[in-house]
């Protein structure tokens, strides 16, 4: 078993709780939008959110992967989102796990900001594509790592 390092420097233990992901099968693209979009947010703020995602109440902005995604009319400030809903419960894991990782350390749940947000590709798991004459291609699909570090403020 690999032993996973986090990118966060400077983590006291006695003011910060993390928690993480590993090799969780969502799309890397949509789990780097939710992080950008819940870094800042209270923990109980961001659970609610992300729950609205998985209903498809809110919208995730995509702002750096934009392209060939639709408009939605109930994002303010940036055009173009998307409900990633198998992200946002992976999200939702994830942030439930920092909850309970802050209780359990003696924090308030309700005053613990996310102040780090990453998702980065993990392996690759080699899958096939059928082709015709009985052929197959290689296609590759990419695991996430998702971390949170959050803090109290």
Do not use: C, W
């Not at 992901?21 to 659970?47: D, F, H, Q, W």
């Amino acid at each position: 078993m690999p032993h996973y390092g986090y990118s966060f420097e400077g983590f006291d233990p006695a003011v910060h709780v993390r928690s993480s992901g590993r090799e969780v099968n969502v799309s890397p693209k949509a789990a780097r939008e939710i992080a950008v979009s819940i870094k800042g947010m209270y923990l109980t703020k961001a659970i609610d959110y992300l729950e609205q995602v998985e209903d498809k109440k809110a919208a995730v902005a995509f702002r750096r992967h934009k392209l060939k995604v639709g408009h939605r009319s109930e994002l303010r400030g940036f055009p173009t989102g998307s409900y990633p809903v198998r992200a946002a419960k992976a999200y939702v894991d994830v942030l439930r796990n920092l909850q309970g990782n802050s209780e359990f350390k003696g924090l308030d749940p309700e005053r613990v900001q996310i102040i780090h947000a990453a998702a980065f590709a993990g392996r690759s798991v080699k899958g096939f594509t059928p082709r015709a004459f009985g052929r197959s291609s290689p296609k590759m699909h990419q695991l996430v790592h998702i971390e949170l570090v959050g803090k109290e403020v």
